[in-house]
């Protein structure tokens, strides 16, 4: 079946350093790719997303890109803050499918 | 800007008792979904339901569980006799269409059962 693969957590950065999540799937299909963030004691909520091979999703500073080749769409930002300490989830959905298969998280923490 | 709402957000209950979990969904949303996630663990999915009916379950949506769309506006969540094991955070979400739109999520509610 799909399945998402993240990068072992936890990951603890000073501020204004460089972030990579990792983020590898399996799926047949097409599938569109997700990173949601989830902030302490709250739910989910889409940080950014990709459609199609290529394409490139970003929002707040992060980035990322659907590449087909490597079945990956890590997750970055240039420079990070205190304020985006949170768990990160990358996720896929097929259109046949309907539902949300996700990564395990990872937990970034930001330290002044 | 609409959004998805749940409640209550904290549920507490004892072992054996049934539970309703309700979601009221973005109201042009067509497609309706239940994912839950155990403290600390990934976010699993548990049913899509689309037209009044459910399109696909887990393995994890066993005789326990069911949900329903009673009205036009809400979406529910019963577990029928609840265990231990069922203390999660659940997760609301709705999408206008399947695959390409993200899914919009409510904030959880949180049941812990004694």
């Known amino acids: 079946g799909d399945s998402v693969t993240q990068m072992e957590g936890p990951v603890t950065l000073s501020e204004e350093a460089f972030l990579t999540i990792n983020c590898t799937y399996t799926?047949?299909?097409?599938?569109?790719l997700f990173w949601y963030v989830q902030y302490p004691g709250e739910g989910l909520q889409l940080l950014l997303k990709a459609t199609k091979a290529d394409d490139k999703g970003s929002n707040k500073g992060f980035e990322a890109t659907y590449r087909k080749e490597t079945t990956s769409f890590h997750l970055e930002k240039g420079s990070v803050q205190v304020s985006d300490s949170a768990v990160y989830f990358c996720?896929?959905?097929?259109?046949?499918?309907?539902?949300?298969?996700f990564g395990d998280g990872t937990t970034l923490t930001v330290k002044p | 800007e609409p959004e998805v709402t749940q409640t209550p957000s904290h549920q507490v209950t004892q072992m054996g008792q049934e539970v309703i979990l309700r979601c009221v969904p973005i109201s042009n949303h067509l497609y309706f979904y239940w994912y839950r996630q155990i403290l600390g663990q990934k976010v699993e999915f548990l049913v899509s339901f689309y037209n009044n009916e459910i399109s696909e379950k887990s393995e994890i949506f066993d005789d326990q569980f069911s949900v329903e769309r009673p009205d036009g506006s809400n979406f529910t969540l019963k577990i029928r006799s609840t265990k231990l094991e069922d203390s999660a955070m659940y997760f609301c979400?709705?999408?206008?269409?399947?695959?390409?739109?993200?899914?919009?999520f409510g904030p959880g509610t949180r049941l812990t059962v004694l």
């Open positions: 799926a047949t299909g097409y599938p569109s």
């Open positions: 979400a709705s999408s206008p269409d399947t695959g390409y739109n993200e899914q919009f």
């Open positions: 996720a896929l959905t097929k259109w046949d499918a309907g539902k949300s298969t």
